[in-house]
């Protein structure tokens, strides 16, 4: 992993004040991601993994710390640094082109032409396949398909930060199997960097180059980072009885399970 | 228990891939055209029965109640007996206050459309403000609450002296009378813009305009449509007891006259034309909600 440093967290932390009480969600987050990095968040619920992301997306202001893309302080939410949204988060009154039309307008009023946006539009619904599905309305369409409206969405801003927040949570077994896929080929094709939260060990080894472990909550941190030595286009077949996927698997579910297990409280 | 965790995680690895399976398009079959025709009127037939069925029995209980001599209210019979040329003639015109049951009604509609339409965009621009200020709804919200619960007629009086004029106080009475419900569900409706689209609204960076235009009012429109037609109900409640009050053409006003002068016949049909067009009016904004929110709005 010899790549410049692209985003970075720099003594990241957060407190929610409640009254006069005060909860330190995260402390001390330090992470360096270079440019076309794939990095997963990994932690039990409530480590404050989705906090880091909406402070990565410029939603939540970091209490203490400051998150820098390409040397700049991230401060607002911004197309640069798209959220693919766990509940897809469509507009239920547009169409699937419509929902990703609006972001495309927005974010290249200036740079391109209208019928070159429209181009820009197709293209995106289809690399996730949806392009057949244009007109339809988000109520006439599956999870799983909305998330890809979703994740075409985020890609036609050109950002340059995927942030994933449990972008498969939501969904069936077969159908994540399927857009897990979906996301790797794309990265594959694109080149983006991505962080993504997720909750899924088979996931986070699958689709990462590097696997961030957080500690639990409260005043959660980053316990522990693994390199996922995996050679890519990865074959979820193949990797079944891969001796490194096995070791990072084993490594991750030790981090997670023995040493960070959930506390009982919130079990 | 660390092993116990491990356990109920079986490894999604093993899953294979989802294969690409073959579709085969099979030839969509569609009954024949008698079968189908035969279909709809059954459904038809299943929807329109009851409510005749129910409509008859209730006439007939009214002629038998009301045929016994000594009966005050005429029987269903000679209602329609009294009224049968008011009633195949709508549109006759002798001057004054004589006119064709249509003219009535035209009127007292007019009335309705100037007083709902004020009220209608007065409604949805003090409702998005009470619903995006926190202060505009901690003022505003204690007022509002208070002057809904005002009886329209109770404001005729006021509108009266005010404009010195029958029309536009019927007018502001309605106006008064339908604006309370648009208000208050076009602020819930602001209010309650889920967090997801302003976290999309934020990422892509619109502006407070293109937020307004984009998504406040989308978002919106079905709690908006909510209003009108709780609006446009009462305000044909009010248009009928305001025009009993300020004379002059229409519905209400034709009622009134006719118990002057003892038609009661005329009262009755009168009734049904009302009943009709308010419940016509409801289904209209109904509809017209169910169009606009591309069937998000409950019809």
């Given at each position: 992993m010899n790549r410049s440093t692209y985003l970075s967290f720099e003594q990241v932390g957060m407190s929610f004040r409640r009254g006069a009480r005060v909860t330190e969600?995260?402390?001390d987050v330090d992470l360096k991601i270079g440019e076309g990095e794939f990095v997963s968040i990994i932690g039990h619920s409530g480590c404050g993994k989705s906090t880091l992301l909406n402070i990565v997306g410029g939603l939540l202001k970091s209490t203490t710390g400051e998150v820098f893309l390409e040397g700049r302080v991230v401060d607002e939410p911004g197309p640069d640094r798209a959220i693919v949204f766990q509940n897809h988060s469509l507009l239920p009154w547009l169409t699937v082109y419509g929902n990703v039309r609006i972001a495309v307008d927005k974010v290249f009023r200036r740079t391109k032409s209208a019928a070159a946006r429209h181009d820009w539009v197709m293209h995106k619904l289809e690399l996730v396949q949806m392009a057949q599905h244009r007109d339809k309305r988000p109520h006439e369409i599956s999870g799983g398909m909305k998330q890809r409206v979703g994740i075409a969405r985020a890609l036609a801003m050109q950002p340059k930060v995927l942030l994933m927040d449990e972008p498969f949570g939501a969904l069936d077994a077969l159908t994540r199997a399927h857009l897990q896929d979906s996301v790797m080929d794309i990265h594959a094709r694109l080149g983006n960097t991505v962080m993504m939260i997720t909750h899924d060990v088979d996931e986070a080894v699958l689709l990462s180059d590097r696997i961030v472990m957080m500690t639990n909550g409260?005043?959660?941190?980053?316990g522990e980072v693994l390199t996922v030595g995996l050679p890519r286009p990865r074959r979820r077949l193949e990797l079944a009885t891969d001796v490194e996927y096995t070791r990072c698997r084993a490594a991750v579910i030790e981090f997670l399970?023995?040493?960070?297990?959930?506390?009982a409280r919130a079990a | 228990m660390p092993s116990a965790v491990k356990a109920v995680?079986?490894?999604?690895?093993?899953?294979?891939?989802p294969a690409p399976a073959a579709v085969l398009a099979l030839p969509l079959k569609r009954p024949p055209l008698a079968e189908r025709l035969a279909l709809i009127i059954s459904e038809a037939a299943r929807r329109a029965v009851p409510p005749v069925v129910m409509l008859a029995v209730l006439i007939a209980l009214w002629e038998l109640l009301c045929s016994q001599a000594g009966s005050r209210l005429p029987p269903p019979s000679k209602v329609l007996a009294d009224t049968w040329d008011f009633i195949v003639d709508p549109f006759y015109d002798n001057g004054g206050i004589d006119k064709g049951a249509f003219w009535h009604i035209a009127n007292s509609l007019g009335r309705v459309a100037i007083g709902f339409a004020l009220a209608a965009v007065a409604g949805i621009a003090l409702g998005v403000l009470v619903g995006q200020s926190t202060w505009a709804m901690r003022g505003l919200d204690p007022i509002f609450q208070v002057l809904r619960t005002i009886p329209p007629l109770a404001w005729l009086p006021l509108s009266l002296a005010g404009f010195r004029d029958a029309q536009p106080s019927a007018i502001f009475v309605i106006f008064i009378t339908s604006i309370w419900p648009v208000i208050i569900n076009t602020s819930v409706g602001v209010r309650n813009i889920p967090q997801d689209y302003r976290n999309v609204a934020a990422v892509i960076r619109l502006s407070w305009y293109e937020f307004f235009w984009k998504i406040t009012l989308p978002a919106t429109v079905p709690y908006i449509f909510t209003g009108l037609r709780i609006g446009v109900g009462l305000s044909w409640l009010a248009i009928v007891a305001a025009e009993m009050l300020i004379g002059g053409v229409g519905i209400g006003f034709f009622i009134w006259d006719a118990w002057n002068s003892s038609r009661i016949s005329d009262i009755i049909v009168a009734l049904v034309y009302i009943g009709l067009v308010g419940f016509l009016l409801d289904r209209l904004i109904a509809a017209l909600g169910h169009v606009i929110s591309h069937g998000t709005s409950a019809s």
């Open positions: 969600v995260l402390r409260p005043s959660a941190t980053i399970y023995a040493r960070h297990k959930m506390p | 995680k079986p490894p999604v690895d093993s899953d294979a891939p």
